[in-house]
């Protein structure tokens, strides 16, 4: 079992940052896959940033590109997205989720085997 805790969510307005942080527990997040989703109203889950054991890949969807940062840290087995330039569009419900699967494109939420409660992000205009 993978416990997963988010937090960091917030209101900001348009332009400002955010620093969301999943920590976990039950298993090391460097030899796991761990990605941010976000949900927004009437929307489906999409992926935002996964990172691979927690550093040796990224990848980020095109609208977030060059404004968030997703990132590791192996001693505090936790996982952050650093949010800067936010928009309204990128009002959602963030959650952090892991996968143990041994291979797979990582993109889907159906790959993801445990996830977090959720943070919200509010990014008002």
């Known amino acids: 079992q993978v416990q997963l805790v988010e937090s960091g969510g917030g209101l900001v307005q348009s332009g400002g940052s955010l620093r969301l942080s999943c920590a976990a527990s039950?298993?090391?997040?460097?030899?796991?896959?761990t990605a941010w989703f976000r949900q927004a109203p009437g929307k489906e889950r999409e992926a935002v940033a996964r990172?691979?054991?927690?550093?040796?890949?990224?990848k980020y969807l095109d609208s977030v590109k060059g404004r968030f940062t997703i990132s590791g840290d192996n001693a505090k087995n936790a996982v952050f997205l650093q949010m800067n330039s936010l928009k309204p569009e990128d009002t959602a419900v963030y959650y952090c989720?892991?996968?143990?699967?041994?291979?797979?494109?990582?993109?889907?939420?159906?790959?993801?085997?445990?996830w977090g409660q959720g943070t919200q992000v509010t990014v008002s205009s």
């Open positions: 989720a892991t996968s143990l699967r041994p291979y797979g494109g990582f993109w889907a939420a159906s790959e993801y085997d445990y």
């Open positions: 039950g298993r090391a997040l460097s030899s796991v896959i």
């Open positions: 990172i691979i054991h927690n550093g040796q890949s990224t």
